[in-house]
């Protein structure tokens, strides 16, 4: 809230005792807390739930001015802050992330609450503030916390006081309801997957708290679920249906002065009762419009729901056959995108590959960290013989360990990791093995060791839609194959395969119909 200091009188003792009086201006100074609490939770991942000891893994969390260079979000946040003269930024301790990223299963409720506290012991140090800004993701799952996102805006709330504004940012593939909304001022999420205007909802958000703390915006809110459920391979924007629905809610934000549409696609593989899709829309003081676009947004997402789906993808025999064909055809450099493997040991893909024999392949990544164990336990060497058995560890979708014979090319730090190795096998072909899932979204990522992209024909890449940035949409491959995997397993477009307990998969198309839409 905007500090109003106008014509206050100040009585000062000076030199002498002499009593001067001195008024002091409007005061238009801000004060905005900047936090990150983030995690894309697939609750069906095996490997345990995500401690304290995970969650500081990669790094301790992020303490300070360390905060304002986060992530995108926050960078966006903060150089649209900067725009504003008299804007004092705090930075509250915020966890970088987990080990093993969107692979990792659900967080406890001891770390949950572990690092909250934190942050809000850092809030209560810095009051007053006049504006909250929370770069989250909007997927994360807690055991015993069944909404974390609105859990933490409801914590903020209690600490700030019902006044100061609360505004956040989220990955489209969040799941939220209402309930966010309750506790939080507005909410701005990507409307690209891959997400490339992160930067531009942190510099949004940015924006409307200061208009929120100024005054200058009050905030009415509106939100509705249309009752369908997608897997995230389904939600590229950069082809229909999907870019459709996003467009129209640019429309609408275009149309109407002061108005924000925010589009969640939802994230199926964390088992908790907001997922799905959600539209939330966010006006001027201006409750009857902020209905009518979010009524809108939500029949249009109904209306095209059946094209959301339809699209069949290759099994990993029939995509090595097609990867084949393109090769002896010119058409390279090839991606096949095996789009279902949540913890990154699947190996489908690498199967084929070895067993037909194909060539200029690099197989980027497979994760076995028991594979790099044994290779630092015996003090491996560049030059030295591969002759292990890799991946196909973590359950029926993984299938089973591949052996792969070939040769230690590189053991060393790589893809923001300490530790992987790359085995040069079979005909030009290598395989990067990392200690937990990676996707590679760029081409230069796999620049490292003795690698360079520009001598392989062909990519298998852990990706359902990021890796579009680099080889897709820069107009780098030629040729791009979706491998799908040989059963309805977690990652897969066959979501009644999953083991839901908090969700009702007969309330959402294409499972069933919603009770409001009977």
Aim: charged share 25%; net charge negative; with cysteine.
């Amino acid at each position: 809230m905007k500090k109003i200091l106008s014509a206050l009188s100040a009585v000062l003792f000076v030199a002498g005792c002499t009593e001067v009086s001195v008024t002091v201006e409007n005061d238009d100074r801000l004060r905005f807390a900047v936090a990150t609490f983030a995690h894309e939770t697939c609750t069906f991942c095996p490997g345990g739930d995500s401690d304290i000891e995970r969650w500081t893994r990669i790094r301790p969390p992020y303490v300070g001015d360390e905060v304002l260079s986060a992530d995108s979000y926050i960078k966006g946040f903060v150089a649209a802050a900067r725009e504003y003269k008299d804007i004092e930024l705090l930075g509250l301790e915020s966890p970088v992330g987990v080990f093993g990223g969107s692979s990792a299963s659900w967080s406890t409720e001891e770390a949950f609450n572990h690092f909250l506290n934190r942050m809000l012991e850092d809030l209560r140090e810095a009051m007053p503030v006049d504006g909250v800004y929370l770069a989250l993701h909007g997927a994360m799952a807690v055991r015993n916390v069944p909404r974390p996102e609105a859990e933490i805006a409801r914590r903020f709330r209690e600490v700030v006081g019902p006044d100061v504004p609360i505004v956040a940012s989220f990955d489209l593939h969040g799941n939220e309801d209402a309930e966010f909304l309750r506790w939080a001022d507005m909410a701005f999420v990507t409307k690209r997957y891959p997400h490339y205007d992160a930067g531009i909802q942190g510099a949004r958000s940015a924006r409307s708290l200061v208009r929120l703390a100024r005054g200058t915006y009050a905030s009415t809110t509106a939100t509705r679920k249309p009752g369908v459920i997608t897997p995230t391979v389904l939600q590229w924007t950069g082809k229909s249906p999907a870019m459709d629905i996003m467009e129209r809610a640019r429309r609408w934000e275009a149309r109407e002065p002061d108005v924000f549409v925010s589009v969640f696609y939802g994230f199926p593989w964390a088992d908790v009762p907001d997922v799905g899709a959600t539209v939330h829309v966010m006006t001027n003081n201006n409750q009857e419009l902020a209905e009518e676009i979010a009524i809108d947004m939500s029949d249009y997402i109904w209306r095209m729901r059946e094209n959301l789906f339809g699209e069949e993808f290759a099994q990993p025999d029939v995509a090595a056959q097609k990867a084949s064909a393109a090769f002896a055809a010119g058409e390279t450099p090839i991606v096949l995108a095996d789009y279902s493997d949540r913890s990154g040991d699947a190996t489908h893909a690498l199967r084929e590959v070895v067993e037909q024999n194909l060539s200029g392949v690099l197989v980027a990544t497979i994760r076995d960290e028991g594979v790099l164990a044994t290779l630092r336990q015996n003090n491996a060497q560049t030059g030295d013989r591969f002759n292990l058995e890799v991946g196909g560890f973590a359950g029926q979708a993984s299938g089973a360990p591949v052996a792969v014979n070939g040769t230690l090319t590189y053991f060393g730090p790589g893809l923001d990791f300490d530790e992987v190795a790359v085995v040069d096998f079979g005909d030009r072909n290598s395989l990067v093995i990392t200690p937990a899932l990676k996707q590679i979204l760029w081409t230069e990522q796999l620049a490292f060791g003795p690698l360079d992209p520009d001598d392989f024909d062909a990519f298998v890449v852990k990706s359902r839609v990021h890796f579009r940035r680099g080889f897709d949409e820069t107009g780098y491959a030629k040729t791009i194959i979706i491998v799908d995997a040989p059963g309805p397993f977690v990652g897969t477009v066959h979501l009644d395969a999953l083991p839901y307990e908090n969700v009702e998969l007969n309330n959402y198309y294409p499972y069933g119909t919603p009770p409001d839409r009977r």
